[in-house]
C-alpha cells in the first residue's frame, strides 16, 4: 500500500512539472514572438527622411517614423494596456536625464463614446501630480486630419520634467512622454502619426 502511494506520489509530481514546464515554455514563446512582431513592424520611412524607421503595431494599427538609433521594447500591462519603450541604443540607466535619448508610449483601450479626451479625465488619472501649462495641440496626418490632444509638463520623481502628449483614437488612450529636453524633437515625431487599423 505504501508503495502505491508513493507511485500515484510520484506521477502526481511529474505531471505538475511537466505542467510547469510547458507553461514556462509558452509564457517565454509568447514574449519572445511580441518582442519580435513589435521589431518586424519596421519599414521604410516615407516623411521625415534618412535616419528614420517607420513603425506599425502589429494589431492596434497605429504608426509613426522615429530615428532608426532606438531600439523598441514592448510590455504587456496587467490592466489590457501595453508600454512600448523607444530608447537610444546604449543609454544608461545612470546617465543624466539631459544625455538620454528616448519616449514611451502607454497606450490601453479606452471608449471616449465620441466626446474627446477631457483635461479633468488626465487630472483624475495623475491625482497628487501638478500639471503644468496644459494645452491643445494637433498631431499627426490622419488622411488629413489630425488628432486633437492634451499637451502639458509634468514632474517625475525619477526623471524630472517630462513632456506629456495624451490623445484618444481608434477606441485607445495614448499616453506619451518623453524628456523635458526632448520636446521639439517628440514633436516632429508625432507629425507622422496615423491610426488605427
Known sequence: MNSKFYFLLSIFFVVIVAIVGIFYFFENNLNSKQA?????????????????????????????????????ESFKESDGGETIVFQKRGDQLDWPTEKKTGFQIFVVPFDDEGNGLALEKIKNDLAGITIEEPEEAFIGNNAGQPKKAWIFWIKNPQIGKTREVWFTDGGYLFEITTYEHLDNWLANIMSTWSCCK
Open 36 to 72: 519580435q512582431v513589435v521589431e518586424n513592424a519596421n519599414t521604410k520611412n516615407s516623411i521625415l527622411g534618412e535616419g528614420f524607421k517607420k513603425f506599425v503595431h502589429p494589431t492596434i494599427g497605429f504608426s509613426f517614423e522615429y530615428p532608426e538609433e532606438l531600439k523598441v
